[in-house]
Structure formats: C-alpha cells, structure tokens
C-alpha cells in the first residue's frame, strides 16, 4: 500500500521535474540537440576561424617572405648587443638574434638584467652601487646629473656599447663595472665578450611592479640611449595599457625607438629594421600600434 508520505515526494519530484524542464528550456541550454540555426551558426564560427588564422599565416608569411628584400643587407658588418628584462620570451630573443644575422649583422652580446635591477625595493642598492662603479671611472662617463636608473643605464651602455658605428673593443673597466653588478645580483650572469656594440637591442619581459616601475624602466633605456649609437626597445603585442604604451605615452623613453609585437614575424621584422635605421635616425613608435606606423622604413 502507498503511503501518503510517497505520495507527498512523488509531487515534489514532478514538479522540481517541471520546474527544470522549463528553466531549461527557456535558457542557454535550449538550443542543444536542436538542427537548423546552431548547426549554421557552428559552420559560421568555424569558417570565422578559418580565415583568421590564414590571415595570420599569411602576415607570418609576408613578413619572413619579404625580410631580406627589407633587410637589404642594413645590418652588414654592424654588431648589436642584446639586453633582456627578466621575463623576456627566450624564443623571441633567439628568433631576433636570427632575423640580426638574417639582416647582414651579429650579435656580440646578449646580457640578461636580474631581477633586483628592476625592483623598487632595490633602489637604494641600484643607487649606491651605481655610484661608486661611476667614481671607478673617467670623469664625463657618467653624467654628474643622471638619476639613479640612468647613471646605471650608462654604465650598462658603457659596458656593453659604443658610439662608434664600427664597434669597439672591451676594456679591463668595461668588464669590471659589469662583473661589479653581478656581484651585487643586478645581473645574473656576464657572458663571455671581447666587443661592444653600437645598436643595443632591449627586449621586454615581464612588467616592472612597485612604485616607480616606468621610472626605472625608461631610467635604464635613456641611460643606454647616451652611450649607445641607437637603441630599439622591442616589446610583445597588449590591448594598450602595457608598460610600453605607458612609456610611449609620456615620450619617456628618450632617443631609443620602440617596436611591439615582437612575437610575430612581421614584428620581429620590423625590430630588425627599427636597428637599421637606429644608426642614422633614432626615435619613433612602431609595430602593431606604433604611432608611426608599422615598419621603420627611412
């Protein structure tokens, strides 16, 4: 016999039955199993798809494609010296060093920056170290004015480049004031180098936190800027609101010109190009929403 008990939850599952039955079929799910609109609007997204990534083929393309006709050999004979933030992509790096031989040149040297050379809690240790490297050297090295992250961009530059379009060679000071940073952790290593070059090649990585990060960022690449014959700084593609844009957006970054977008062909291209001019004209804002367009031609 039935007891009014299994009555009573027989109902309530009817009606939570109901109940889900109609929210179901009033919502997002009620397209599901259906023929017709969906199965078009899949095909439609799919085809979508589709020509987006031919797009992009074709730009990688393009740019790999059309490279050496822009290169035209620009970069025969000229070194460039690599600086990376930490952070920075190292299969990027190493695609921008190939698209530098690509272009005639050669890389003498690619220097990583250690994380307490960005950080802002470090900047006492930046700035102290910063000036007794400085009072090792000539007087006129180092700017007698520079703030603590451009005195430290020079000495970079100092160390790692030169003015002359021809390169020159390193010297017991310029490795001394390199080997001084590693052993107070703003580097995490000194490669091997014999020459410094006259491009210097910055390759963006991670954004730099804390008050003052653009500070330091833009202190660094105005420092290199004075003591190198050209600097690109190259960064990946963003909505905008990135640490390059930042930098963009207050001219902060002196003579050194910019490239983003450097994750793709065409950007990487572009940066190589960027190097190129960079030894007769310095400045501008290129790549995928560079100001002055997206190739650094003239």
């Known amino acids: 016999m039935i007891s009014f008990r299994t009555h009573v939850v027989t109902l309530v599952s009817v009606f939570l039955a109901l109940a889900v039955g109609v929210v179901l079929g009033g919502g997002p799910l009620a397209e599901v199993g259906r023929d017709g609109d969906t199965d078009a609007e899949v095909t439609q997204l799919r085809a979508a798809a589709q020509r987006s990534e031919q797009k992009s083929d074709f730009g990688d393309r393009f740019a790999e494609t059309a490279a050496t006709s822009l290169y035209a050999g620009r970069l025969a004979e000229r070194e460039v010296a690599v600086v990376t933030l930490p952070g920075a992509d190292e299969q990027v790096v190493s695609a921008l060093v190939e698209q530098v031989a690509a272009a005639g040149g050669s890389v003498v040297t690619t220097q990583a920056l250690g994380d307490p050379m960005v950080s802002s809690q470090q900047k006492s240790l930046v700035d102290t170290l910063g000036s007794q490297l400085a009072a090792q050297l000539p007087k006129g090295t180092v700017a007698a004015e520079a703030t603590t992250y451009e005195r430290m961009g020079q000495l970079l530059g100092f160390s790692l480049s030169t003015k002359a379009p021809e390169g020159a060679g390193?010297?017991?000071?310029?490795?001394?004031?390199?080997?001084?940073?590693?052993?107070?952790?703003?580097?995490?290593?000194?490669?091997?180098?014999?020459?410094?070059?006259?491009?210097?090649?910055?390759?963006?990585?991670?954004?730099?936190?804390?008050?003052?990060?653009?500070?330091?960022?833009?202190?660094?690449?105005?420092?290199?800027?004075?003591?190198?014959?050209?600097?690109?700084?190259?960064?990946?593609?963003?909505?905008?609101?990135?640490?390059?844009?930042?930098?963009?957006?207050?001219?902060?970054?002196?003579?050194?010109?910019?490239?983003?977008?450097?994750?793709?062909?065409?950007?990487?291209?572009?940066?190589?190009?960027?190097?190129?001019?960079?030894?007769?004209?310095?400045?501008?804002?290129?790549?995928?929403?560079?100001?002055?367009?997206?190739?650094?031609?003239?």
């Open 170 to 298: 390193t010297s017991s000071e310029t490795l001394a004031v390199l080997e001084g940073m590693r052993g107070a952790d703003l580097l995490p290593e000194v490669p091997a180098t014999e020459r410094r070059a006259p491009l210097v090649l910055v390759v963006l990585g991670d954004e730099v936190d804390g008050d003052g990060g653009d500070d330091i960022l833009a202190g660094l690449v105005r420092g290199l800027g004075q003591a190198a014959l050209g600097v690109v700084v190259a960064g990946e593609s963003s909505d905008g609101k990135d640490q390059l844009a930042v930098l963009r957006a207050d001219a902060a970054l002196g003579t050194a010109a910019s490239v983003d977008g450097v994750e793709t062909p065409a950007g990487q291209v572009a940066t190589v190009v960027g190097l190129a001019r960079s030894l007769t004209t310095q400045g501008g804002a290129f790549g995928a929403s560079g100001a002055d367009g997206a190739l650094p031609l003239g």
